[in-house]
């Protein structure tokens, strides 16, 4: 798996949670979004690549699980595909391919930290569109 060319994050995706956000008359539902994402994302990865180095298998297949689903969520479905793998091989205890994979993965995620950052634009400006 590799970085890519398109977007790092689905633009239907993202347009989608605008979308949510308007019709449940909640217009900081992106920035609610982006701060969990950014409170709880890092400190996951980090657990997923100390499981890889302990040989963690159940907390690998954890902490891979539900980065997934923060990711798919937000439409970083290049980073979520990283993660059902590593979630996989957390399962098979395939240590050595889930090394192989965490510096790709690394590189994805700090995309993906990055985008998400980006969503919510500093205070006074317009939304850009995500990376």
Do not use: W
């Not at 950014?38 to 159940?58: C, E, I, L, S």
């Not at 240590?95 to 790709?104: G, R, V």
């Amino acid at each position: 798996m590799t970085g890519g060319d398109g977007p790092v994050l689905d633009p239907d995706v993202v347009a989608g949670l605008e979308q949510l956000g308007l019709e449940s008359d909640n217009p900081a539902f992106i920035a609610q979004l982006v701060a969990l994402f950014a409170a709880n994302a890092p400190a996951r990865f980090a657990r997923a690549a100390a499981a890889v180095a302990a040989r963690d298998g159940a907390t690998l297949e954890s902490v891979a699980h539900t980065l997934k689903s923060n990711c798919a969520m937000l439409g970083a479905n290049r980073m979520a595909a990283f993660c059902r793998d590593l979630e996989a091989m957390g399962e098979r205890r395939a240590f050595d391919e889930a090394a192989a994979l965490l510096p790709a993965a690394a590189e994805e995620f700090a995309r993906v930290a990055g985008a998400v950052a980006r969503l919510v634009p500093p205070s006074g400006t317009s939304p850009g569109t995500p990376a």
